[in-house]
C-alpha cells in the first residue's frame, strides 16, 4: 500500500521560501497537495523523505529535479476555446483596432504568458488566421508562447491532442489532421509557425524585442500572492503598447487595479498614449 511522505514544518517551509522566492509561486496553504503530488515521484527517484530531496535540490538545482517540482506543483489544466467569449471579444472589437494601427508595419504582437501545453496560443493562431483569410501571408502575426516547465513546452511544441472539445467542424478539418490509427488530432503546420514557443519565468525582467499589443495571462496569478501578482502585472503594463489590451481568467481579478481599465469582463487595456 502506497502512502504519502510526510514533510516536516522546517522542509515545508524550506519549500515554500524556495518557490515563492524563485517562481513567485505561494505554496503557504498547499502543504497537503506538496506530500500527496510529490510523494511518489520522489521515492521512485531513491528518496525516503522530503528533507534529503529537498537537501539535494538546493544545492545541486538539477534541472531534472526543478522540472519535477514544476510540473507536479501547477497545474498543467486548459483546453481549446477557453473563456470563448474571450476570443469573440478579441476577434469583433481587438483586432480591426490592430489592424488600422498597424496599417504600415502590419505586425501584431500577442503574447500567451503561461502557455501550458498551447491549446491557448493555437487557438489564438486560428482566431488570427480566421480573422485575417487570404491576406493572412502579408501580415506577420506570430503569437509568443511562454511557460516555465518545459515538459508542458515540449508537448506544446508537439502538438497533438485528444478531439478538442467545442471545435467546430469546420475548423477540425482545416486546422488538424486526425490519425485514424490513434484518434489523435495534429495542429496543421500554418497554425503551429504561427507560434512561438520559448521557456519563460513570469519573476525575471520582461525584456522581449517588441512592445506587445495584448497580453493572455489566464489562470497563472492564481499561484501569486497579492505582492507578487502586483508586481507582474505592472511588468506587463510595462511591456505593452499604450491602448495595448490585457486578458486574465473570469476567476481572476485585478483588483481596481489604477493601470488598466476594464473593457469587458476580465479584459482590461492600457490607457491610449494621451488619456
Given at each position: 500500500m502506497f502512502h504519502d511522505l510526510t514533510i516536516s514544518d522546517t522542509d515545508f517551509q524550506r519549500l515554500v521560501q524556495f518557490m515563492q522566492k524563485n517562481y513567485g509561486m505561494d505554496l503557504s496553504k498547499k502543504r497537503q497537495l506538496i506530500s500527496s503530488r510529490l510523494s511518489n515521484s520522489l521515492k521512485e527517484r531513491g528518496y525516503a523523505d522530503f528533507r534529503s530531496f529537498l537537501d539535494h535540490l538546493f544545492r545541486t538545482k538539477d534541472p531534472d529535479d526543478l522540472e519535477l517540482v514544476l510540473d507536479k506543483l501547477t497545474t498543467n489544466y486548459t483546453f481549446f476555446l477557453r473563456e470563448k467569449?474571450?476570443?469573440?471579444y478579441l476577434q469583433e472589437h481587438i483586432l480591426p483596432e490592430l489592424v488600422?494601427?498597424?496599417?504600415?508595419?502590419?505586425?501584431?504582437?500577442?503574447?500567451?504568458?503561461g502557455c501550458s501545453s498551447g491549446e491557448e496560443p493555437?487557438?489564438?493562431?486560428?482566431?488570427?488566421?480566421?480573422?485575417f483569410g487570404a491576406h493572412a501571408s502579408q501580415w506577420d502575426t506570430r503569437v509568443l508562447a511562454t511557460d516555465i516547465s518545459h515538459q508542458a513546452l515540449a508537448k506544446a511544441q508537439a502538438g497533438v491532442y485528444q478531439v478538442p472539445a467545442d471545435m467546430p467542424e469546420a475548423w477540425l478539418r482545416r486546422y488538424f489532421t486526425r490519425d485514424l490509427s490513434t484518434g489523435l488530432y495534429t495542429v496543421s503546420q500554418d497554425i503551429r509557425k504561427n507560434v512561438i514557443f520559448r521557456p519563460f519565468n513570469l519573476m525575471d525582467p520582461i525584456r522581449f524585442r517588441l512592445k506587445f499589443?495584448?497580453?493572455?495571462?489566464?489562470?497563472?496569478?492564481?499561484?501569486?500572492?497579492?505582492?507578487?501578482?502586483?508586481?507582474?502585472?505592472?511588468?506587463?503594463?510595462?511591456a505593452m503598447y499604450p491602448g495595448g489590451y490585457f486578458?486574465?481568467?473570469h476567476s481572476e481579478s485585478l483588483n481596481q487595479n489604477p493601470l488598466f481599465q476594464t473593457v469587458a469582463p476580465a479584459v482590461y487595456r492600457k490607457p491610449p498614449a494621451g488619456r
Open positions: 467569449d474571450h476570443f469573440t488600422q494601427k498597424h496599417q504600415r508595419d502590419k505586425i501584431l504582437s500577442i503574447w500567451s504568458a493555437y487557438t489564438l493562431s486560428i482566431y488570427l488566421k480566421e480573422f499589443d495584448v497580453i493572455f495571462c489566464r489562470n497563472v496569478m492564481i499561484y501569486f500572492n497579492q505582492a507578487t501578482r502586483d508586481a507582474l502585472v505592472q511588468r506587463f503594463y510595462d486578458f486574465i481568467s
